[in-house]
C-alpha cells in the first residue's frame, strides 16, 4: 500500500490558517443556582452582576426567566413559562439581553404567546425581526394631534364617542356586557381601512379566545389580524408581559412602515391582577386593594406608547425616487439658513403636517432650491390606537384599577347592563361615555348639526322624558313628538354584533331618523325599514351614496339628493 506524503507547506499553511481564524473573544456571562421555587417566581443567588430587566436562563429546563427583583443576598426571576420544570439546585445563567419578541409580516394572521411561540399549529413564524417589549413612548415633539377617525362600524359609538387614529379609547363595564364583542367590531371594521389590528387576550378563557379567532378567520379579519394569548391557564408572567408584547408588535408597523396600528387589550383588569400576584410573591409592600404601588405605571407606560406619529418631511432632488426617502437625504444644511448641504452637513428634516407645521415650512424652503421636490419620509406619520378593557365589579367605576385606567385615556365607553337587559345592544351608556378628542376624530357629515351633532343631548333629554312620562302624567303634542322620535333613534343606535356599517351608511340612517323620515314607521319595524332603506341607496341611489362618500360634508346639494331619496323611498317600504 503506498505511503501518502504530507509536505510540510501543507501543514504549515493549514496551522497558519487556522491560528488567523482564532476566535479570540472572550464571552463572560454570570452563573448562579436556584435557592428555592414556587408559584412562578425563582429566587436564585449568585447573580450579583444581573441587571434590573434582564433575560436569565436555566439551561437545564430550557425555559427563560427574567430578574424581577434585585435584594440584598439573591435575586428573584419571574419564569416566562412552565415553572414546575425549574427545581431547586439548578444552574442559571445572565444573558445580557432584554426581553424581546418576533415581529415582522410573518405574524400577521398568526396565534402566539407572549414569548412570540407560534400556538395556533400552523408551523414556525417567517421572521427574523425582533423588537423589545418594553420600549420608550414617543415624545410630544414626536406627536401630532389625533385628526384622522378610526372607524369602529359602531353606530352609538362613531356618531357620539368617536375614535381617532392614536386615540386610546377605553371600553369599561361589568361581566357580559359586550365589550369584547365592541372591539371585535371594529377589527372587522379595519377590513378596508388598511390598519393593521393586534387582539391581547390576557387571562381569558382559551375557549373564549378560541371562539373570537374563529369569528374573525370567518370574517377575513385574519388577513390583518394577530391575536397574542396569555389565557387564564397561564403563568402570571405571561399574563403580564402580553399587552406589552402586543404593543411591540404593533410598533413594527407604525415606527418601521408608517402604518396604522390598533392594539385590543382585552383585559388590563386581568393583567394588575397578574402584576399584583407577582409583586405580592417577591414581597413588594401592597397598597390599596393589595396592588404594588407602582400598577399605574405598569399601565401608563403601556397606554402612552399609543399615538399618532410625527410626519417628517425632506427636500430631496427632483430625479430622486421618494418611495423609501430617509431622514439623511435632505440636501439643505440643518439649520436656519438656506444653504445646499456640503460634505458632512446633515440635511435638515422638517417635522409636522401641514397649516404652518414641517409640511409648509418646507413648500416655503423649496423655491430656494430649483428642480428640487418635498418627499415624505418612509416610515414617519404612522400610529398606534388603544383599545383598553376593563371589566368593573357591579358598575364599580370608582373602584382603584379602573380609575387609574380612565384617567389615562382619551375617554371611555361605558357599556351598562340595565341598558342590555333592555335589549339595548351595543349597550354604550350616552351620559358617561366619552371622547376627549370629540368631532376632530369625525369626518364633516357626522359632525353636522343634523347627523350627530346635537344627538347626545337630544337622547339625554328623551332619557329624561321618558322618566317623566313614566309616571303616567299627559303629555302635549310637542313632548309627545320629541318623545316618539327619541323611541326611534333609540332603535336606530341598535346593532346586531358582528355587523359592523360603513360610516357613510352610518350618516345617511341617522339624518334619516333626526330629519323625521321614521316618525310615521312603527317602532318595532325601525329595524326592518333601516335595513331596506340602506338596500334602496346601494341599488337605486348609488349616486347619492357615491357623493356623499366623495364630499364628505352635508353640502345643499348632499342634503337635497337625500331628502329626496327618503321621500322616494317610503312609499316602496314593506312592513
Known sequence: ???????????????????????????????????????????????????????????????????????????????????????????????????????????????????????????????????????????????????????????????????????????????KTGKTAIAIDTIINQKEENVICVYVACGQMESKVAGVVEILRKTGAMDYTIVVVASASDAAPLQYYAPYAGAAMAEFFTYEQGRDTLCVYDDLSKQAAAYRQLSLLVRRPPGREAYPGDVFYAHSRLLERSAKLAEKWVIIDGNTDATNAGAHWGINKATNTIEKRGPGDEGMVYVGPGEKGGYDQAKHDLKHFPGAKIAKVAGSGGSLTALPIIETLEGEVSAYIPTNVISITDGQIYLQPDLKNAGVLPAVDVGISVSRVGGNAQIGAMKHKTVAGGLKLALAQFRELEAFAQLGTDLDKVTQAQLDRGYRMVEILKQGQYKPLNVIDQIMIIYAGNSGGLDKVDRKKVKDWEDQFLKFMKEQKPETRALLAKEKKMTDEVLKALDAAIAEFQPQFKA
Do not use: H
Not at 476566535?23 to 447573580?47: N, P, S
Not at 442559571?92 to 415582522?104: D, H, I, M, Q
Not at 415624545?139 to 392614536?166: E, F, N
Open 1 to 175: 500500500m503506498a505511503s501518502t506524503k504530507i509536505s510540510a507547506g501543507e501543514i504549515i499553511s493549514v496551522l497558519t490558517n487556522s491560528i488567523s481564524n482564532f476566535d479570540r473573544t472572550v464571552e463572560t456571562r454570570a452563573v448562579g443556582q436556584v435557592l428555592e421555587v414556587g408559584d412562578g417566581i425563582a429566587r436564585c443567588y449568585g447573580l450579583s452582576e444581573v441587571m434590573a430587566g434582564e433575560l436569565v436562563d436555566f439551561p437545564q429546563a430550557g425555559i427563560k426567566g427574567l430578574a424581577f427583583n434585585l435584594e440584598e443576598n439573591s435575586v428573584a426571576v419571574i419564569i416566562l413559562g412552565d415553572y414546575l420544570k425549574v427545581t431547586e439546585g439548578m444552574e442559571v445563567r445572565t444573558t445580557g439581553e432584554l426581553l424581546s419578541v418576533p415581529v415582522g409580516e410573518g405574524l400577521i394572521g398568526r396565534v402566539v404567546d407572549p414569548l412570540g411561540n407560534p400556538v395556533d399549529g400552523k408551523g414556525p413564524i417567517a421572521t427574523t425581526k425582533r423588537r423589545l417589549v418594553e420600549s420608550p413612548a414617543p415624545g410630544i415633539v414626536d406627536r401630532q394631534p389625533v385628526k384622522q377617525p378610526l372607524q369602529t362600524g359602531i353606530k352609538a359609538i362613531d356618531s357620539m364617542t368617536p375614535v381617532g387614529r392614536g386615540q386610546r379609547e377605553l371600553i369599561i363595564g361589568d361581566r
